[in-house]
């Protein structure tokens, strides 16, 4: 969910990232539905969509093409980044995205075993490197990234770790009192209770 309420759908298979309100409508949509593409109006199976603080509008077109491309909160096309390969600003399935307080985005390099942070334009900052092949990201409240089942402060410093599978972890939330949702590709979704 964005900072307005609005539901967002990632269908890969579909190339089309959704915005629908409560009742269920879709109110925008990214790429073209059927069509596959690297274009300013397509995808190649899309993987993830974040939010800046500003409410632009970020999704990992990850399955097939490597980049990160940025919208403005209307939707409007305004750049992207990436391609293929191991370097800096490079991705082998860049999967998942999340923006932190300071619009810094961090991209899961999944089969590059990393996180990259970036500005908000897609300048590179750095690296995370052998965090292993994480499937899901999530910036807490109080500014802390979830990625698969491990914690790490935003200068990439490993502080805490879930127990169990949740390092498979494919989609991650927290709710404000800290609760950690992990759902996990045998459609089942653990949740840890903050003690």
């Given at each position: 969910?964005?900072?307005?309420?609005?539901?967002?759908?990632?269908?890969?298979?579909?190339?089309?990232?959704?915005?629908?309100?409560?009742?269920?409508q879709v109110i925008m949509q990214?790429?073209?539905?059927?069509?596959?593409?690297?274009?300013?109006?397509?995808?190649?199976?899309?993987?993830?969509?974040?939010?800046?603080?500003?409410?632009?509008?970020?999704?990992?077109?990850?399955?097939?093409?490597?980049?990160v491309v940025k919208y403005s909160?209307?939707?409007?096309?305004?750049?992207?980044?990436?391609?293929?390969?191991?370097?800096?600003?490079?991705?082998?399935?860049?999967?998942?995205?999340?923006?932190?307080?300071?619009?810094?985005?961090?991209?899961t390099d999944r089969e590059n075993?990393?996180?990259?942070?970036?500005?908000?334009?897609?300048?590179?900052?750095?690296?995370?490197?052998?965090?292993?092949?994480?499937?899901?990201?999530?910036?807490?409240?109080?500014?802390?990234?979830?990625?698969?089942?491990?914690?790490?402060?935003?200068?990439?410093?490993?502080?805490?770790?879930?127990?169990?599978?949740?390092?498979?972890?494919?989609?991650?939330?927290?709710?404000?009192?800290?609760?950690?949702?992990?759902?996990?590709?045998?459609?089942?979704?653990?949740?840890?209770?903050?003690?």
């Amino acid at each position: 969910m964005d900072s307005e309420g609005g539901i967002w759908l990632v269908d890969a298979t579909g190339h089309v990232v959704y915005k629908m309100n409560q009742q269920g409508q879709v109110i925008m949509q990214l790429g073209t539905k059927g069509v596959s593409g690297a274009g300013h109006d397509t995808f190649n199976l899309p993987t993830d969509v974040a939010f800046a603080p500003n409410g632009d509008i970020y999704v990992s077109d990850g399955y097939a093409n490597e980049r990160v491309v940025k919208y403005s909160p209307r939707g409007e096309y305004l750049l992207e980044w990436g391609k293929r390969g191991s370097g800096p600003g490079e991705f082998t399935l860049p999967h998942n995205l999340a923006i932190d307080a300071k619009g810094r985005v961090y991209v899961t390099d999944r089969e590059n075993q990393r996180i990259q942070v970036f500005d908000s334009n897609g300048k590179f900052l750095k690296e995370w490197a052998g965090v292993g092949g994480i499937s899901a990201l999530f910036i807490t409240q109080d500014q802390k990234l979830w990625a698969g089942g491990a914690l790490f402060d935003l200068d990439g410093n490993l502080i805490g770790r879930l127990p169990g599978s949740s390092a498979g972890a494919h989609g991650m939330a927290a709710n404000d009192s800290g609760d950690v949702y992990s759902a996990q590709l045998s459609g089942s979704v653990e949740k840890f209770v903050t003690e």
